[in-house]
Nanobody
Framework: QVQLVESGGGLVQAGGSLRLSCAAS????????MGWYRQAPGKQRELVAV???????NYADSVKGRFAISRDNAKNTVYLQMNSLKVEDTAVYYC?????????WGQGTQVTVSS
């Protein structure tokens, strides 16, 4: 079993920055993909950014150039640095880990960007 615990959400003004963290624990296969998804009210959950255990990244077009995903494999932790935040970035952000055909989710952390 794998547990994911997110931290770092909150309220920020447009143009500001936040950094999300997600620590994984449990039986973690070393080859995996970790990432962040988000869900705004009334909308479907969408990919924000993912990173493989080898460091390959993929971003949603809406966050390219503003967000940066990174990970520390020794700590089984993934980070999301969010800069130049926009009101439309407001959502619950969920940490995700995919490994060996299994998908795990964190409980979510709220990010609210005010105008």
């Amino acid at each position: 079993q794998v547990q994911l615990v997110e931290s770092g959400g909150g309220l920020v003004q447009a143009g500001g920055s936040l950094r999300l963290s997600c620590a994984a624990s449990g039986s973690i296969f070393r080859i995996n993909v970790m990432g962040w998804y988000r869900q705004a009210p009334g909308k479907q959950r969408e990919l924000v950014a993912v990173i493989t255990s080898g460091g390959v990244t993929n971003y949603a077009d809406s966050v390219k150039g503003r967000f940066a995903i990174s990970r520390d494999n020794a700590k089984n932790t993934v980070y999301l640095q969010m800069n130049s935040l926009k009101v439309e970035d407001t959502a619950v952000y969920y940490c995700n880990l995919d490994a060996r055909g299994y998908r795990y989710w964190g409980q979510g952390t709220q990010v609210t960007v005010s105008s």
